[in-house]
């Protein structure tokens, strides 16, 4: 294990980005990359300033600032070999729930040329069926009519871009690091869609002066335990209240749309490209979607880490299959990509021990990711009448996941779907196996109309059901 510590001065680091969402996966990857080029002098006006606005951010944001915001994250390889980094590019850090002010005041300083955002797939306040901005939601509304006192990451952009706006601050980039298809288009599509509600001249000034690039992002970082909190000090001889681990993979394509400036981040590894949409594509069709591919099989069979079902030759074969048969034919290979390497080592990377996440994390709202990472293959799957065998016992899988909760071995569980509708929830019920495709974020593809795939579906569902989801994927294989 070697111990990398930043070089650069801290006081000598101004704030040039102020982030939403301090989270993990955040500190991982954009604290990683932006930390590594604040080595150059004429980078160190990048500096970030986090901002977090949950209450339960509570904990995270009280356990940074007791250590001057400085944390490690310890990067695992494959190989079973670690590196550790000492992470100094977290100059500031706001908690909205303690000083909603200092976040609209923070967002409209001129110093700020970029606001990058993880909010998760969910945050965007997009309708399921319509794919609209909900402008219905209660908090939403609230913001709306209150632009002085926000209580959304919409309200608090808004009003910090209006007094940015009112102060003449200049213009200004906001960069999504969700995993989205397009991701910087939904953020445009969103925020347009609250300001225009709350505010037509300062959506008039949004138009002129934000610009909002697609990117896309990558490294798999699991959940930090408190166990995990003790081992990790304990390999890096450092008392850290906040530390982070991911594996040793990591990519950022980012699309080149920076009004105001933006870091060398190229310096550091990252791609800049005038287009991401392939790069994407790659990502969520093969890693995404296997990770959907993954979750709900292994979890019914009992697995319960993603290292563990990794050992399992069926779910291997089970997801090499999908990559291989069902979905290259899909992908275009980005420049300069092997797409067979590509696979090989996501492959790898599921099975890295060291990173291994909880599958029930991979499980978690996948009402929101299947449109996203399976769904848009698997149209054109049905259109051009190929093989629906893989995707049709994965829609199996997760009715019995939701509707049974419990696994092949008699152990029942809990499981977690912050985005059901009530509606959702009566068709998850419903003994009428079809009723399961007409969930509010499956229902505008009409899944219902592909004679195949519906036979497949109501088939694997019963058997699932009378044999269980082990038996039933060694029958496919």
């Not at 908090?139 to 002085?148: F, M, Q, R, Y």
């Amino acid at each position: 294990m070697t111990l990398t510590s930043y070089q650069f001065k801290p006081e000598n680091i101004t704030t040039g980005i102020v982030h939403i969402g301090v989270g993990n996966f955040h500190r991982a990857h954009e604290q990683y990359y932006t930390n590594l080029i604040l080595e150059e002098k004429d980078q160190q006006n990048w500096g970030i300033c986090g901002v977090c606005l949950l209450p339960s951010d509570e904990h995270i944001v009280k356990n940074l600032r007791s250590q001057n915001l400085d944390y490690t994250l310890t990067v695992c390889g494959r190989d079973g070999k670690d590196e550790v980094y000492k992470i100094g590019s977290l100059r500031e850090l706001i908690w909205g729930i303690e000083d909603p002010q200092a976040v609209v005041d923070k967002i409209a300083e001129s110093d700020i040329k970029i606001i990058t955002l993880t909010i998760t797939e969910g945050g965007y306040n997009l309708d399921k069926e319509t794919h609209e901005f909900n402008l219905n939601d209660e908090k939403i509304k609230h913001d709306l009519e209150n632009p002085s006192q926000p209580s959304t990451v919409f309200g608090f952009v808004a009003e910090g871009l209006r007094q940015r706006k009112n102060r003449d601050n200049g213009s200004i980039t906001i960069l999504s690091c969700d995993n989205l298809q397009h991701n910087g288009d939904t953020t445009k599509k969103a925020f347009a869609a609250f300001i225009e509600a709350q505010d037509k001249d300062l959506a008039e000034w949004v138009r002129s002066n934000v610009t909002f690039p697609n990117s896309m992002v990558d490294r798999i970082t699991p959940a930090t335990t408190p166990q995990d909190v003790e081992r990790l000090n304990k390999k890096s001889g450092i008392d850290d209240k906040a530390p982070v681990y991911c594996e040793d993979f990591v990519q950022w394509v980012i699309e080149d749309n920076f009004i105001a400036g933006r870091p060398n981040w190229e310096k550091a590894g990252v791609e800049f490209t005038d287009d991401v949409t392939e790069f994407e594509n790659m990502k969520l069709s093969l890693l995404n979607a296997s990770h959907m591919l993954l979750s709900y099989p292994s979890f019914l069979k009992g697995h319960r880490k993603v290292d563990q079902a990794m050992q399992d030759r069926s779910i291997v074969k089970f997801i090499r299959d999908y990559m291989d048969i069902d979905i290259t034919p899909y992908v275009p290979a980005p420049k300069n990509t092997d797409l067979d390497v590509y696979k090989q080592t996501l492959i790898e990377r599921f099975a890295n021990h060291s990173v291994s996440d909880q599958v029930s994390r991979l499980c978690f709202d996948g009402i929101s990711k299947l449109p996203v990472y399976v769904i848009p293959n698997l149209i054109k799957m049905i259109n051009d009448d190929k093989d629906l065998t893989r995707v049709a016992f994965l829609f199996a899988s997760y009715r019995h996941y939701l509707k049974y909760k419990v696994d092949d071995n008699g152990h029942s569980f809990d499981v977690a779907e912050p985005w059901l509708t009530e509606k959702d929830i009566e068709l998850i019920s419903s003994d009428h196996t079809l009723d399961f495709l007409d969930l509010s974020s499956f229902k505008s593809t009409d899944l219902k109309s592909s004679d195949k795939f519906v036979s497949l579906y109501t088939n694997f569902a019963a058997e699932i059901k009378n044999k269980g989801a082990g038996e039933t994927l060694e029958s496919i294989l």
